[in-house]
């Protein structure tokens, strides 16, 4: 049966037995090509799906057009390609060129280029074509029908990732160990954004599709991740790895095959080259602008003085960047940075038990510890820590995990989360704004029974800035093309409350960070942070 959601063609492609006509029909079509342009079965079939596609996507554009009277024409034309196909290379290349002519008449439709009275008037035609006795007119349609045809589409080589079904993109995170709740919550966004789109026709009749490899959130286990997914999965594209250590060397591997790599969940500079990275593009804030906007809420807003901040980092490059982004905002206020006190832990584990010893160590007494940190870590820290110093401000920045975080305190009990600040680059996934809501209905309708979470509102935000470039790029898709539209991309206005750009010299969509923080009851409240 023929699909409603207008997805390709070879989905309705089913095996039929070669009727008589078949056989007739290809001679007809050869006889009234020949003295035109003489050429193999397959040439003239080619010439024909440039004329049918465009038909037939029209119709599945439009709902009222009777489902049977598509699929009619489209068992019949499978029957066609089969029979002047010498190979399955040769059936794959004509069936790929009869997709992308039913995707450039359901955009004629969709973009009002054409109308449903038309698409009606054509089908009609073309079946008064199929049906006559001597099915000439296959070959010399009606001017309704002779109204679309076009050039045949020139053939390109294969592309990875791609087939007239699908378009394949990967995501190597950690599904497993202290930090899996990331891997997990942006996988959920991802799918849920993909999902949506699928349920809508997917990207010029192909589906999206998001393949998951495990690295744990180590970047010894991520090199392997990146190559299951390049090697043997076949993608065509990076979306939402998840960490820095990771991306240090996830990224030189997606550069050295010119393999897209978008949305990840870092704010590293790393992945935020001046000029940028031509394959690199960040939907989020940086940890620079997360750490500066939090570091003048303490000092504008909360009256600190610098000396009374401390930062409590991960011992690694996701740390690092952090530091380096504290150490910056003191500059741009005047204060001394090489003062700031640094208190470490190692990646994966909950082993603060240093870091504590040496915030008991301090002799200017710290009010406020700017958190670069997994969930599990943090609230590890805020545990043997908040007893001993009761008016203790804890920040976190957005890759922390804020759900997973509010849960591990609430377990401890409300004294321990309440007050906790975490800086965002979504807006609140209590608040109502259009962007919200849509990520909120999707993922109920998809993935029901899972909680809204600042993560997998991300990998939603940020698989949607993916889709939309790949909608504009169009049906000859390939990696360069795409490049090439992100970085037209300017003012998308996804209902965030921010517009989203991109350029060549600008691969960072977003520069706004929000500001959030628990409550009594562990639940996120919006606060200003100037």
Same mark, same amino acid.
């Given at each position: ?117 038309l698409a009606d008037r054509q089908l009609a035609d073309l079946e008064r074509s199929i049906a006559a006795p001597s099915l000439a007119a296959a070959l010399g ?34 599904f497993s160990g202290a930090s899996k709740e990331l891997g997990r919550q942006m996988k959920l966004g991802i799918d849920a954004a993909f999902n949506r789109t ?171 510890? *700017?958190?670069?940190?997994? +969930?599990? /870590? &943090?609230?590890?820290? #805020? ?6 110093? !009761? =008016? ?62 600042? *993560?997998?509102?991300?990998? +939603?935000? /940020? &698989?949607?800035?993916? #889709? ?6 169009? !049906? =000859? ?23 989203l750009s991109f350029g060549r010299a600008e691969h960072q969509a977003s520069q706004k960070v929000w500001g959030t923080a628990l409550d009594e009851n562990g ?8």
């Open positions: 049966m023929l699909p409603d959601d207008g997805s390709n063609m070879t989905t309705v492609s089913r095996s039929v037995r070669h009727p008589p006509w078949i056989a007739l029909l290809i001679s007809i079509l050869f006889a009234g090509a020949a003295a035109a342009a003489p050429g193999s079965n397959a040439e003239v079939v080619r010439d024909l799906a440039s004329r049918v596609g465009p038909i037939v996507g029209s119709a599945l554009a439009c709902r009222d057009i009777a489902r049977p009277r598509i699929q009619a024409i489209v068992d019949k034309f499978a029957a066609v390609i089969r029979e002047a196909s010498s190979s399955e290379a040769e059936r794959a290349n004509l069936t790929q060129i009869l997709d992308r002519s039913v995707a450039e008449g359901r955009n004629a439709v969709t973009s009002g280029q054409s109308d449903c009275k349609p009606s001017s309704a029908v002779a109204a679309t045809s076009t050039a045949p589409v020139p053939t390109s080589p294969p592309q990875r990732g791609i087939t007239d079904r699908e378009i394949r993109f990967g995501i190597a995170a950690a699928n349920d809508a026709g997917g990207i010029e009749g192909r589906m999206l599709r998001l393949i998951a490899a495990d690295d744990g959130y180590e970047p010894t286990r991520t090199i392997e991740a990146m190559k299951q997914l390049y090697e043997k999965d076949q993608v065509f594209g990076i979306i939402g790895n998840v960490g820095t250590p990771p991306a240090a060397v996830a990224i030189p591997y997606a550069l050295e095959r010119r393999m897209l790599f978008f949305g990840a969940f870092t704010g590293a500079g790393l992945l935020r080259n001046d000029p940028p990275d031509r394959y690199v593009f960040n939907y989020r804030a940086s940890y620079v602008q997360e750490t500066d906007a939090v570091v003048r809420y303490l000092v504008k807003l909360r009256r600190l003085r610098p000396a009374q901040i401390a930062v409590f980092a991960q011992q690694d490059s996701y740390g690092d960047a952090g530091f380096v982004g504290v150490a910056k905002a003191f500059r741009a206020l005047g204060a001394n940075d090489s003062t700031i006190v640094r208190l470490n832990y190692k990646r994966n584990t909950v082993d603060v038990d240093d870091a504590v010893n040496q915030l008991k160590a301090q002799k200017t007494p710290i009010k406020a510890v *700017v958190m670069v940190a997994s +969930y599990r /870590a &943090a609230a590890k820290f #805020i545990e043997k820590t908040r007893d001993l110093y !009761p =008016q203790m401000i804890y920040t976190n920045v957005s890759f922390v995990g804020s759900t997973a975080l509010a849960d591990e305190l609430l377990l401890l009990g409300t004294r321990y989360a309440a007050g906790v600040v975490v800086t965002q680059v979504v807006p609140a996934v209590s608040g109502y704004s259009s962007a919200v809501l849509e990520y909120k209905n999707a993922l109920a309708k998809y993935f029901p029974g899972e909680s809204p979470d600042y *993560v997998s509102l991300e990998g +939603y935000v /940020a &698989a949607n800035i993916l #889709i939309q470039a790949l909608k504009r790029t169009g !049906p =000859q898709l390939d990696t360069e093309k795409l490049i090439d539209t992100l970085e037209t991309m300017r003012n998308l206005d996804l209902g965030l409350g921010t517009s639940k996120y409240q919006p606060i200003e942070l100037e």
